[in-house]
DNA sequence: CCAGACGTTGTT
DNA sequence: GTCTGG
DNA sequence: CCAGACGTTGTT
DNA sequence: GTCTGG
């Protein structure tokens, strides 16, 4: 992770949980993929949602080297050059309300959602990039909006049976920390007993698939072939 | 000194 | 296989 | 993250 | 911009 997530809180829910508004509708999305606009709070604006662009573009890069890094370990966060700074200066909370993982099996890839027990908002911790000054580039067509990055660490025991990597999830009491600069304490894995995971349909697969059948809850195919599904 | 990389996940 | 687009 | 393209000359 | 490799 993480590579797919999703906000479907309404906007009155999302206005309240973050005591933020956003700079222009909220509309529901069960499958936002990197490359697309998605809301944050900047610790630059923090009752503002903002809409970047997942993929975070290091100001320094004139964005031909393809589109952005879409996850940032934790662990080498305050090293990693593409990431320094933003560590330092540029934190942003990524709102969603579950994200999704592909879990390898011997039959391909099963697709998982993973949310909070409660099925409540929350934020991923992130980071934030500005975008270049002006205009797009009319030669080049490279975009030049503000972008963000999703932080990733270990997994805890919920995700585990996934996926070996996972995305920084704070508890409400560690967003304002993570805004004004606290440091790694806040990267932990987040509680397994306030999570859970179940597997979704390959429809979700297709970024194209933004609808509330994405987030049903199916039988693992690889339980549907050895009858582990069959009797409930 | 300049040139070239700068990232993750996953896979081998 | 690898890159781009969503 | 996955899906889908991945090329040219020339023609409509 | 900053670091590494040559």
């Known amino acids: 992770m993480c590579g797919r997530t999703s906000l479907f809180a309404s906007a009155e829910v999302v206005r309240e949980r973050f005591d933020a508004d956003p700079v222009r509708p909220l509309e529901p999305r069960y499958n936002v993929s990197p490359g697309q606009e998605h809301p944050v709070v900047r610790n630059d604006a923090p009752d503002e949602i903002r809409f970047p662009t997942w993929g975070l573009v290091p100001r320094w890069s004139d964005g031909s080297g ?8 934790a662990e080498t966060l ?8 933003a560590f330092a200066e540029r934190r942003c909370l990524v709102l969603a309300d579950g994200f999704y993982d592909w879990k390898q099996t011997p039959t391909g890839k099963q697709p998982y959602r993973i949310e909070r027990e409660d099925r409540e908002p929350f934020a991923f911790a992130g980071l934030w990039e500005p975008g270049t000054e002006g205009a797009e580039d009319p030669n080049t067509g490279n975009r030049n909006g503000a972008t963000f990055t999703v932080v990733t660490t270990e997994p805890n025991a919920v995700v585990e049976r996934v996926h070996h990597r ?5 508890s409400p009491g560690e967003e304002q920390r993570w805004l004004e600069g606290g440091d790694s304490d806040l990267l932990d894995p987040y509680p397994a007993a306030e999570m859970r995971a179940y597997p979704v349909s390959s429809a979700v697969n297709d ?17 549907v072939q050895t009858g582990l599904g069959d009797f409930g």
């Open 66 to 73: 393809g589109s952005g890094h879409i996850n940032a370990r």
């Open 78 to 85: 305050a090293e990693k050059p593409s990431f320094r700074e």
């Open 166 to 170: 996972m995305p920084v999830m704070l």
């Open 207 to 223: 970024p194209g698939n933004d609808s509330p059948a994405v987030i049903e809850e199916v039988p693992a195919e690889e339980d």
